[in-house]
């Protein structure tokens, strides 16, 4: 009799827990890279040529207090992946941050590139970085701050380690800055002060070459891709950005971005933008353009209730995210940064990535996975 006490409420435990919405595992990030679905499963049978690293960070609030607890997949610091345009997110903070520390300026006002004739501001400039990911846009913010700068403040707040060392959309090893020719009236103009920039030195990290060959000049070079004077932007860096900006009350004085409240209303909207809102043809730039995660592989309209705060990087065979995704319906938020590399012929500079048939797929069904768990877990 004993014994099939003991079965029956086994039976009873077991028979709960396959009904319960609530995952067994608390580790959302690691269920949902179990899942069966192809878009994941194809990833997850070939990890190693695809160089993933993942941070999922569950939110939970009680009360007046929220609490974070990050689980990570293979994030090393160490191991090298190329940024592309997800560095554009903390140069967009510093631009605006300058213009809070400087008088003179503000968003609004007009302003150009010595020796370039395309007028733009500093609003536009940001939301054309989060919307379409304007390289253009992010230089021209280059030049305000200069890569020193950028780097510097960015460890005084304690994001690290991070180097950003060239601008993008083309190679150029001008260390010093051009001067911005800004309108401070309709009739007076003034002219930013250049700086000029150390030398990157050669980083030292795995994976820092990748590949078998790579194009230069229409010409096949039969050796590995040396990303040593890239960018350097890893996982936590990225998230750690992330946090600061979501939540800056998290975090000490000296931490955060020096922010007005209007600013960092400002940042936010235009993090979470869509193209067709900034103006975009939505045919070319439909909603999941630059929302690799749940919408990346569709273009369907993203709903009005689902609010995606996030920076996205594609170049050289790497993409990655950088999101705080909030369900404002389900009163669902978390925070997710991934990063894959597709380039199966291991040739870079080639155009050869599989972009669309595999790295935004995964993406998108983790964002998927994360957001269906997050919604059967308990609060």
Excluded at 53 to 82: G, L, P
Excluded at 169 to 179: A, I, M, Q, R, V
Excluded at 306 to 330: H, P, Q, R, S
Aim: glycine share 6%; proline share 4%; charged share 25%.
């Amino acid at each position: 009799m004993y014994i099939s006490l003991r079965l029956l409420g086994l039976l009873i435990i077991g028979l709960f827990f396959s009904c319960s919405n609530e995952p067994v595992n608390d580790n959302l990030l690691e269920v949902a890279l179990s899942s069966n679905n192809p878009k994941i499963k194809r990833v997850m049978d070939s990890l190693d040529r695809y160089e993933v690293q993942i941070r999922y960070t569950k939110i939970d609030r009680k009360n007046d207090s929220i609490f974070f607890i990050d689980y990570d997949f293979q994030v090393d610091k160490n191991a090298y992946f190329y940024p592309a345009s997800t560095v554009k997110f903390p140069i967009a903070v510093l631009g605006l941050e300058r213009l809070n520390e400087t008088d003179t300026l503000n968003r609004e006002v007009r302003y150009y590139v010595e020796g370039d004739t395309l007028e733009s501001t500093f609003s536009k400039d940001v939301v054309e970085i989060f919307s379409v990911s304007d390289n253009l846009a992010n230089n021209r913010l280059v030049e305000l701050l200069g890569q020193d700068a950028i780097n510097a403040s960015l460890r005084e707040k304690g994001v690290e380690p991070v180097r950003i060392s060239h601008r993008l959309g083309y190679h150029s090893e001008d260390l010093e800055t051009k001067p911005l020719i800004i309108y401070l009236n309709d009739s007076t103009t003034g002219i930013t002060k250049p700086s000029i920039n150390l030398a990157p030195i050669r980083l030292s990290l795995k994976n820092i070459r990748k590949g078998i060959g790579y194009y230069e000049d229409d010409t096949l070079m039969e050796d590995p891709f040396d990303f040593s004077l890239k960018n350097y932007y890893p996982i936590e860096a990225q998230h750690g950005v992330l946090k600061r900006v979501i939540f800056p009350e998290q975090f000490r004085p000296e931490q955060r971005f020096n922010l007005s409240p209007d600013q960092h209303a400002f940042l936010l909207e235009a993090m979470k933008i869509l193209p067709r809102n900034a103006g975009y043809d939505p045919t070319e730039y439909y909603d999941g353009y630059c929302k690799f995660f749940i919408y990346g592989d569709t273009k369907d309209t993203i709903p009005s209730h689902m609010e995606i705060y996030n920076k996205v990087g594609f170049a050289y065979g790497t993409l990655t995210d950088c999101a705080y995704i909030k369900d404002t319906k389900n009163k669902v938020d978390f925070m997710l940064t991934a990063t894959i590399l597709v380039n199966k012929d291991g040739i870079f500079n080639d155009d050869a990535y599989e972009y669309n048939e595999i790295g935004i797929p995964f993406l998108a069904e983790l964002g998927r996975e994360i957001h269906r768990l997050e919604l059967e877990r308990k609060r």
